[in-house]
């Protein structure tokens, strides 16, 4: 017989939440904010050493501090959060029990066995292989067995969720098709399959080369493999966040899709083509085709960017509908101007969507063309990319769904409300400037994987313009604003879970109920079609793909300067 306190309606947002799935979201999201702790620690020496006049850490502590770092904040902290997103997605979502969650309790067990595994590894300090792990350069065999055991419980954890779905189905939760907001998780975990499979078929090669039962990995062949891993792993993250960025929208306007059926085409794009972008990571390597390169990242990879383009049109234009439905008609903007500006939530999604498109999509591109890649590959412009997708794009919109869940799902008043408005600004708008400059200095071929620009010490020395060393600089500058914007999520975050005030928790039964109609649920839940009534959507797009073509041929204008060497 169910128990009592089954589930749990917050009644300050409608929604339910089934006790295991509640534990679950609630362990998941707070051992990610701890990865996110470790790795914004880490930041701060990365970026010291990286500011040429600080030059912090000497070489072999900086590449030790840059591997926990990107492997803590690529991987630990954005995967145990997404696990958090799709039981939240599945259970609460859908208002059905969890499927299996002792198996779910397993997964974390492993995810978490294996984040910290990996972590002693590297600070012990044999590991410092950066988060790609080359072969043949080796860490120690508990670096590798600490990322297989993560992705084994990553991996159950989505069966998990697609066993929810299955719960959900079978006892017949929600009508129709389920919500949009669920269809971005199921893209999401579809995705992560295919990551997490492609990363065992590469890694436990490399383990078990690491203890001598292998004698080698071709170097081509794990370079190849491991991007379907590495880069597709940011591929699971932009299916979440764009998830987020739909959620946000009906929990701040109640804003439902302008069209269910476009969105959910985006999101099937996605799944088919996604994962292709992989390949521009390997446009300078000699061992593969010409016709491979260009089909995989050009033909194919653009039906992916339009999908980002689509999702870019309709999660501003629904909220553009929900306003101007509520009276914002007064020219094109003053849907936008009278938005909540002061609410984490809606502002911190913004930034990122604005950011991830203009700087993260446009360079992303650029960098996917394999003439043009040559102009910026293995420099400081390639972490300047990923820096618009994965940070600003996921974290700050993970960072913007806390603010909405630390009431609703960890049951705390947010502790200093003020800060909380300012903190999506500081924190995006410094992550802007840190990736404008950081794009700068890789454009004029400044290093990405050496600790020491101006190489001193070595016969053959490079003295780069002033701009490159003045760009570097604001690098540092910049990122360490964009830390004490993570300090203080963080702050707030675990402040409230400390010393908020205890929340009402709502009402307790032993099976879902009807959710109260609130604006949030009901377009959690509902489903749109409005047609195109967006005006300043619009516009805001032209500009967008002004931008967008303007870019791309000033890059095919730097690289005709050295055609004459040829």
């Not at 500011?51 to 590449?63: G, I, R």
């Not at 919500?179 to 590469?202: E, K, M, N, W």
Request: charged share 10%; glycine share 10%.
């Amino acid at each position: 017989m169910a128990d009592i306190t089954t589930y749990r309606t917050c009644p300050r947002s409608g929604l339910q939440f089934e006790a295991n799935a509640e534990k679950l979201m609630l362990a998941n999201a707070v051992v990610a904010v701890v990865f996110l702790l470790i790795g914004g620690i880490l930041a701060i020496g990365v970026v010291l050493t990286r500011w040429p006049s600080v030059h912090w850490l000497q070489a072999d502590d900086f590449y030790m501090v840059l591997t926990a770092h990107g492997i803590d904040m690529l991987i630990f902290w954005i995967i145990f959060f997404e696990v958090a997103v799709l039981y939240f997605c599945s259970s609460t979502l859908l208002r059905c029990r969890l499927a299996t969650p002792k198996v779910a309790w397993l997964a974390f067990a492993l995810m978490l066995i294996g984040a910290v595994t990996n972590n002693i590894a590297v600070f012990q300090g044999s590991s410092s292989v950066m988060m790609t792990s080359y072969v043949p350069m080796m860490a120690t065999p508990a670096f590798y067995l600490g990322l297989i055991l993560f992705a084994v419980g990553a991996l159950i954890a989505c069966f998990v969720f697609f066993g929810t779905l299955v719960v959900a189905k079978r006892d017949k939760t929600y009508q129709g098709s389920v919500p949009l907001v669920t269809f971005g998780a199921i893209t999401a975990a579809i995705i992560a399959v295919f990551t997490i499979a492609s990363g065992a078929i590469i890694l436990i090669p490399t383990f078990l080369m690491s203890i001598g039962i292998i004698k080698e990995v071709d170097a081509l062949v794990y370079r190849t493999i491991w991007w379907a891993f590495g880069h597709s792993s940011q591929q699971i993250n932009v299916s979440a966040h764009i998830a987020i960025w739909y959620a946000a929208a009906a929990i701040a306007f109640g804003a439902k899709p302008m069209s269910e059926r476009v969105s959910r085409g985006a999101f099937l794009l996605y799944i088919l083509f996604l994962q292709l972008a992989s390949a521009h990571h390997l446009l300078a390597d000699p061992g593969l085709s010409t016709g491979w390169k260009v089909v995989n990242t050009s033909y194919f990879m653009y039906f992916a960017v339009l999908a980002s383009m689509i999702h870019g049109l309709t999660i501003p234009g629904a909220i553009e509908v929900a306003q101007r439905a509520k009276g914002y008609n007064n020219g094109l903007f003053e849907w936008l101007r009278k938005a909540p500006w002061g609410n984490p939530t809606f502002s911190g999604v913004l930034i990122a969507l604005i950011g991830f498109g203009f700087l993260g999509g446009i360079s992303g591109v650029m960098m996917g063309t394999e003439q043009l890649n040559m102009i910026i590959h293995n420099t400081i412009y390639v972490p300047g990319h990923f820096h618009a997708t994965v940070v600003i794009g996921t974290t700050l919109s993970f960072m913007a769904l806390t603010y909405f869940l630390i009431p609703v799902l960890f049951k705390r008043e947010m502790i200093n409300p003020g800060l909380a408005r300012l903190q999506p600004y500081l924190f995006g708008l410094s992550m802007y400037f840190f990736v404008l400059v950081m794009m700068g200095a890789g454009t004029l071929g400044v290093p990405r994987r050496h600790w020491d620009m101006s190489f001193s010490g070595a016969a053959m020395a490079y003295e780069w313009p002033g701009a490159a060393y003045l760009m570097m600089g604001l690098v540092g500058i910049a990122g360490i604003a964009a830390i004490v914007g993570g300090a203080i999520y963080i702050y707030i975050t675990v402040g409230s879970l400390l010393w908020g005030k205890r929340l009402d928790d709502g009402a307790f039964s032993a099976k879902p109920t009807p959710f109260p109609l609130t604006p949030a649920s009901t377009a959690l839940h509902g489903t749109g079609s409005a047609g195109f009534a967006a005006p300043g959507t619009f516009v805001l797009a032209l500009v967008f793909l002004t931008a967008f073509v303007l870019y791309y041929f000033i890059n095919w204008k730097y690289l005709s300067q050295v055609w004459g060497l040829s």
